[in-house]
């Protein structure tokens, strides 16, 4: 594999680890271009990583033997990926924050997350992976589309047991495969996703909504964005930041999420509907704010159902519906999957433990069109995202 990979190495006692992943990438095929922090140096010698690949070591941002004074942009411009093992909490700090003090940080900073990832081993002790800045700041990363392996619990360092140790090499070698894999897996394709909950007024100041978070959505198109898709990202109200580079389109009412979906549609490859649209809203909204009064009645009507009237446009699109159940999962979604003409639907049982609205986290069972089903086991929103991705591009080819 001829691939140029640039590995930084930071001071956690993690490092030593970086050198058996530069072992494992070299004798992958992997240029590998090592850039190491100063305290870095305290742990394992530049040495011993300009031996393994055979390559000088990069350190400071200026004046080192036969470096360029641009060098920071020279590593940043083309690598096919970028990994930090171990990733301390000061370079996640740094990188989150826009600090550029020496070579690696700079170099984090001139990342172009659109032409390749960037992944962060993070290491530390339990503590610091708790403390809520670098919570914030891991999470703002996740946001911005760096990729975070998150760290394992085992025996730390410092003598406690707990969550914080970095990654296994092999785990992060296979995560840089797999990563590299499904860059540009959707090149050509456009993905059509819609997320987050729709708002129906009842008069100026007050709406009908639901607890969705918009965050599988957002973690689809994010997905589907890394992996080369031309994405439209249409969102109900959420608190979450468009990720980079998808087309995204604001919305509130069913109505509107239904006017810019299906504009959007004969663009689209393949459309994933994760929005919690509301199936109901109040028959007229009042133009003034309701009075405190009388017993109210409320009457409600049906909001249009986008998925359906997709289904029933389809030509060349792939159409995937979420269900979110609290009973009878697997009928219920296997009728709409037929009702709607779908061909995947993924349905979630938002009762579950680690499952449905407001969660990181996902439980979910993918029933296919032609019968079939697929139970998968919990795993993060971002992860859940890559495997309805590989899904969707398994049944396209058939
Ligand atoms: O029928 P139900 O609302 O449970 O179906 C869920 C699926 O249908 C989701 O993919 C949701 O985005 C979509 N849907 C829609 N328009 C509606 C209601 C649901 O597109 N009015």
Excluded: W
């Amino acid at each position: 594999m001829d691939k140029k990979i640039v590995l930084g190495i930071t001071g956690g006692i993690a490092a030593y680890k970086g050198a058996e992943l530069t072992r494992l990438l070299v004798k992958e095929g992997f240029t590998v271009q090592v850039v190491m922090t100063e305290a870095a140096k305290s742990f394992i010698m530049p040495l011993t990583f300009s031996t393994l690949t055979g390559r000088p070591v990069y350190h400071t941002l200026f004046g080192g033997p036969h470096q360029s004074s641009t060098l920071h942009i020279d590593l940043a411009r083309d690598p096919h990926l970028i990994v930090v093992a171990p990733a301390t909490a000061n370079i996640i700090g740094k990188a989150a924050n826009g600090i550029a003090d020496d070579l690696l940080s700079t170099v984090l900073l001139a990342v172009r997350l659109e032409k390749y990832p960037v992944i962060l081993a993070a290491a530390m002790n339990t503590a610091m992976l708790h403390n809520p800045a670098v919570r914030q700041n891991m999470s703002l990363l996740r946001r911005r589309g760096f990729i975070i392996a998150d760290p394992l619990a085992g025996e730390l360092a410092c003598g406690e047991v707990g969550e914080g140790r970095m990654a296994e090499p092999e785990q992060l070698l296979s995560l840089i495969k797999r990563t590299l894999a499904k860059r540009d897996d959707y090149g050509g394709v456009s993905v059509l996703v819609t997320a987050g909950p729709t708002r129906e007024p009842l008069d100026p100041v007050r709406f009908f909504s639901n607890h969705s978070s918009g965050r599988m959505g957002y973690a689809l198109a994010r997905a589907a964005k890394e992996r080369g898709a031309k994405v439209y990202l249409v969102s109900g109200p959420t608190s979450l930041e468009p990720p980079a580079g998808v087309e995204f389109y604001a919305v509130a009412t069913a109505q509107e999420m239904y006017d810019v979906t299906l504009t959007l549609f004969p663009e689209a490859d393949v459309v994933i509907k994760t929005a919690a649209v509301a199936d109901y809203r109040p028959a007229s909204a009042s133009a003034h704010k309701l009075k405190k009064g009388e017993e109210l009645q409320l009457r409600l009507v049906h909001s249009p159902d986008i998925l359906q009237e997709l289904g029933k446009r389809k030509k060349k699109q792939f159409l995937v519906g979420f269900a979110a159940e609290t009973a009878d999962l697997l009928i219920s979604a296997r009728s709409k999957l037929e009702q709607k003409n779908l061909d995947i639907i993924v349905a979630n049982d938002v009762m579950q433990e680690g499952a449905g609205f407001e969660k990181e986290t996902n439980i979910v069972q993918l029933l296919y069109r032609d019968g079939g089903a697929e139970e998968l086991p919990l795993m993060s929103k971002a992860e859940l995202s890559h495997e309805i991705l590989d899904r969707i591009k398994a049944c396209r080819q058939h």
